[in-house]
Protein backbone atom coordinates (compact mmCIF):
# COMPACT_ATOMS: atom_id res chain seq x y z
CA UNK A 1 0.00 0.00 0.00
CA UNK A 2 1.25 2.97 -1.16
CA UNK A 3 -0.35 6.26 0.72
CA UNK A 4 1.07 9.78 -0.75
CA UNK A 5 -1.25 12.12 1.48
CA UNK A 6 -2.05 15.65 1.09
CA UNK A 7 1.69 17.10 1.08
CA UNK A 8 2.92 15.33 -1.78
CA UNK A 9 -0.62 15.07 -4.09
CA UNK A 10 -1.32 18.08 -6.20
CA UNK A 11 -5.16 18.19 -5.37
CA UNK A 12 -7.66 18.55 -3.13
CA UNK A 13 -7.94 22.65 -3.61
CA UNK A 14 -11.16 22.84 -4.70
CA UNK A 15 -12.63 19.88 -3.16
CA UNK A 16 -14.52 20.68 -0.12
CA UNK A 17 -12.37 18.83 2.65
CA UNK A 18 -14.89 16.37 4.22
CA UNK A 19 -16.69 14.83 0.69
CA UNK A 20 -13.90 11.88 0.55
CA UNK A 21 -15.52 10.22 -2.39
CA UNK A 22 -14.17 13.54 -4.37
CA UNK A 23 -11.10 13.29 -2.99
CA UNK A 24 -10.71 9.91 -3.59
CA UNK A 25 -11.16 10.68 -7.31
CA UNK A 26 -8.92 13.65 -7.52
CA UNK A 27 -6.39 11.67 -5.51
CA UNK A 28 -6.32 9.01 -7.97
CA UNK A 29 -6.55 11.12 -10.72
CA UNK A 30 -3.38 13.37 -9.87
CA UNK A 31 -0.99 11.14 -7.54
CA UNK A 32 2.65 11.69 -9.08
CA UNK A 33 4.88 8.92 -7.74
CA UNK A 34 8.30 10.14 -9.18
CA UNK A 35 9.64 10.83 -5.87
CA UNK A 36 8.14 8.01 -3.45
CA UNK A 37 9.86 5.74 -2.55
CA UNK A 38 8.82 1.83 -2.87
CA UNK A 39 7.37 0.57 1.02
CA UNK A 40 9.36 -2.69 -0.02
CA UNK A 41 12.95 -1.66 -1.02
CA UNK A 42 13.14 2.14 -0.81
CA UNK A 43 14.19 3.07 -4.36
CA UNK A 44 11.92 5.97 -5.73
CA UNK A 45 9.64 6.13 -8.98
CA UNK A 46 10.46 2.83 -10.66
CA UNK A 47 6.82 1.95 -10.91
CA UNK A 48 4.54 0.60 -13.61
CA UNK A 49 0.71 0.19 -13.47
CA UNK A 50 -0.20 -3.51 -12.70
CA UNK A 51 -4.48 -3.19 -12.55
CA UNK A 52 -6.45 -2.23 -10.42
CA UNK A 53 -9.55 -3.94 -8.07
CA UNK A 54 -12.72 -1.98 -7.17
CA UNK A 55 -13.76 -2.30 -3.40
CA UNK A 56 -16.95 -0.24 -1.38
CA UNK A 57 -16.33 3.06 0.30
CA UNK A 58 -19.28 4.57 2.29
CA UNK A 59 -19.30 8.55 2.90
CA UNK A 60 -21.32 10.30 5.02
CA UNK A 61 -21.57 13.66 3.39
CA UNK A 62 -24.22 16.64 3.51
CA UNK A 63 -25.90 14.26 6.21
CA UNK A 64 -26.48 11.67 3.74
CA UNK A 65 -24.53 8.15 3.73
CA UNK A 66 -23.55 7.63 0.43
CA UNK A 67 -22.00 4.28 -1.38
CA UNK A 68 -19.87 4.36 -4.00
CA UNK A 69 -17.81 1.98 -5.29
CA UNK A 70 -14.70 2.97 -6.65
CA UNK A 71 -11.60 1.56 -8.34
CA UNK A 72 -8.15 1.65 -6.65
CA UNK A 73 -4.93 1.39 -8.96
CA UNK A 74 -2.74 -0.76 -8.50
CA UNK A 75 1.17 -0.35 -9.13
CA UNK A 76 4.04 -2.61 -9.35
CA UNK A 77 7.64 -1.74 -8.36
CA UNK A 78 10.29 -2.62 -11.25
CA UNK A 79 13.19 -3.27 -8.86
CA UNK A 80 11.37 -5.64 -6.56
CA UNK A 81 8.26 -6.65 -8.24
CA UNK A 82 6.35 -6.10 -4.97
CA UNK A 83 2.63 -4.51 -5.83
CA UNK A 84 0.66 -1.82 -4.12
CA UNK A 85 -2.52 -0.29 -3.85
CA UNK A 86 -2.90 3.41 -4.07
CA UNK A 87 -4.37 4.86 -1.35
CA UNK A 88 -5.86 8.62 -0.68
CA UNK A 89 -5.78 9.40 3.29
CA UNK A 90 -9.27 9.26 3.49
CA UNK A 91 -9.59 5.10 2.88
CA UNK A 92 -9.32 3.30 5.89
CA UNK A 93 -7.60 0.27 5.05
CA UNK A 94 -9.99 -2.86 5.28
CA UNK A 95 -12.62 -0.87 6.55
CA UNK A 96 -15.67 -0.55 3.72
CA UNK A 97 -16.60 3.63 5.86
CA UNK A 98 -14.34 6.59 4.82
CA UNK A 99 -12.32 8.51 7.19
CA UNK A 100 -14.94 11.16 7.57
CA UNK A 101 -17.75 8.43 8.06
CA UNK A 102 -16.40 7.74 10.86
CA UNK A 103 -15.05 11.02 12.19
CA UNK A 104 -19.09 12.08 12.06
CA UNK A 105 -20.49 8.85 13.33
CA UNK A 106 -18.19 9.04 16.29
CA UNK A 107 -18.83 13.10 17.18
CA UNK A 108 -22.15 12.11 17.19
CA UNK A 109 -22.12 9.29 19.21
CA UNK A 110 -19.92 11.00 21.82
CA UNK A 111 -21.79 14.21 21.66
CA UNK A 112 -25.38 12.31 22.15
CA UNK A 113 -26.48 13.77 18.96
CA UNK A 114 -29.39 11.53 18.94
CA UNK A 115 -31.72 10.06 21.73
CA UNK A 116 -30.61 6.46 21.29
CA UNK A 117 -27.76 4.52 20.01
CA UNK A 118 -30.24 2.95 17.82
CA UNK A 119 -31.11 6.14 15.98
CA UNK A 120 -27.79 6.82 15.40
CA UNK A 121 -26.75 3.61 13.79
CA UNK A 122 -30.84 4.07 11.57
CA UNK A 123 -29.03 7.63 10.30
CA UNK A 124 -25.70 5.98 9.59
CA UNK A 125 -26.97 2.56 8.15
CA UNK A 126 -24.55 -0.06 10.52
CA UNK A 127 -25.27 -1.94 12.94
CA UNK A 128 -24.79 -1.25 16.70
CA UNK A 129 -21.90 -3.71 16.91
CA UNK A 130 -20.18 -2.24 14.20
CA UNK A 131 -20.43 1.53 16.33
CA UNK A 132 -18.70 -0.20 19.36
CA UNK A 133 -16.26 -2.01 17.17
CA UNK A 134 -15.31 1.57 15.61
CA UNK A 135 -15.53 3.06 18.71
CA UNK A 136 -13.46 0.40 20.68
CA UNK A 137 -10.57 1.12 17.74
CA UNK A 138 -10.87 5.02 17.82
CA UNK A 139 -9.94 4.56 21.85
CA UNK A 140 -6.88 1.89 20.87
CA UNK A 141 -5.38 4.74 18.42
CA UNK A 142 -6.59 7.61 20.10
CA UNK A 143 -3.92 6.79 22.73
CA UNK A 144 -1.50 7.00 19.91
CA UNK A 145 -2.68 9.98 18.59
CA UNK A 146 -2.67 11.83 21.73
CA UNK A 147 0.57 10.81 22.42
CA UNK A 148 1.97 12.26 18.84
CA UNK A 149 0.22 15.62 20.04
CA UNK A 150 1.79 15.94 23.10
CA UNK A 151 -1.50 16.07 24.88
CA UNK A 152 -2.28 13.13 26.93
CA UNK A 153 -5.23 15.31 28.87
CA UNK A 154 -6.77 15.41 25.70
CA UNK A 155 -10.29 13.49 25.89
CA UNK A 156 -11.81 11.88 23.14
CA UNK A 157 -14.33 14.35 22.27
CA UNK A 158 -11.73 17.09 22.16
CA UNK A 159 -9.63 14.67 19.40
CA UNK A 160 -12.95 14.44 17.52
CA UNK A 161 -13.71 17.93 17.88
CA UNK A 162 -9.99 18.83 15.97
CA UNK A 163 -10.75 16.25 13.47
CA UNK A 164 -14.33 16.87 12.90
CA UNK A 165 -14.59 20.91 12.97
CA UNK A 166 -11.30 21.49 11.04
CA UNK A 167 -11.52 23.86 8.00
CA UNK A 168 -8.72 22.41 6.10
CA UNK A 169 -8.30 19.16 5.04
CA UNK A 170 -4.26 19.47 5.29
CA UNK A 171 -4.13 19.46 8.92
CA UNK A 172 -6.22 16.72 9.25
CA UNK A 173 -4.03 14.99 6.51
CA UNK A 174 -0.89 16.14 8.37
CA UNK A 175 -2.08 14.39 11.32
CA UNK A 176 -3.17 11.26 9.41
CA UNK A 177 0.05 11.38 8.09
CA UNK A 178 2.04 11.31 11.34
CA UNK A 179 0.06 8.67 13.06
CA UNK A 180 1.01 6.36 9.12
CA UNK A 181 4.53 7.04 10.00
CA UNK A 182 4.79 6.18 13.38
CA UNK A 183 2.87 3.30 13.81
CA UNK A 184 3.21 1.61 10.16
CA UNK A 185 -0.43 1.68 9.84
CA UNK A 186 -2.86 4.17 9.30
CA UNK A 187 -5.20 5.60 11.63
CA UNK A 188 -8.04 3.43 12.47
CA UNK A 189 -7.17 0.76 10.17
CA UNK A 190 -8.62 -2.42 11.42
CA UNK A 191 -6.25 -4.75 10.92
CA UNK A 192 -3.61 -4.13 13.15
CA UNK A 193 -0.39 -3.30 12.72
CA UNK A 194 0.46 -2.35 16.39
CA UNK A 195 0.16 -6.50 17.25
CA UNK A 196 2.26 -7.39 13.76
CA UNK A 197 5.83 -6.23 13.05
CA UNK A 198 6.59 -4.21 9.80
CA UNK A 199 7.66 -7.65 8.10
CA UNK A 200 4.79 -9.15 8.99
CA UNK A 201 2.74 -6.21 7.51
CA UNK A 202 4.73 -6.06 4.36
CA UNK A 203 4.33 -9.41 3.74
CA UNK A 204 0.69 -8.83 3.67
CA UNK A 205 1.21 -6.59 0.48
CA UNK A 206 -0.81 -8.91 -1.85
CA UNK A 207 -4.10 -8.96 -0.31
CA UNK A 208 -5.48 -5.57 -1.58
CA UNK A 209 -6.95 -3.19 1.39
ZN1 LIG B 1 10.34 -2.12 -4.48
Known sequence: MIRLFFNLCKCFKSIKYN???QIHLSYVDNASL???PCPSCGTEGNYHSCGSYTRNLICYTAGQVEKHEITVPR????SCAHSHAILAPVIIPYSPFSFHFVISL????????FSTVTALCLEYDISISTLYRIYRRFIEDKKLMLGMMDAASTKAC???DKLFNANSFRFIDGLLHDFYRSNKASFLQARCRIRLSVNTLQATH???P
Do not use: G, Q, V
Open 19 to 21: NDY
Open 158 to 160: ELL
Open 75 to 78: IECA
Open 106 to 113: LYDFITHK
Open 34 to 36: DII
Open 206 to 208: TSP
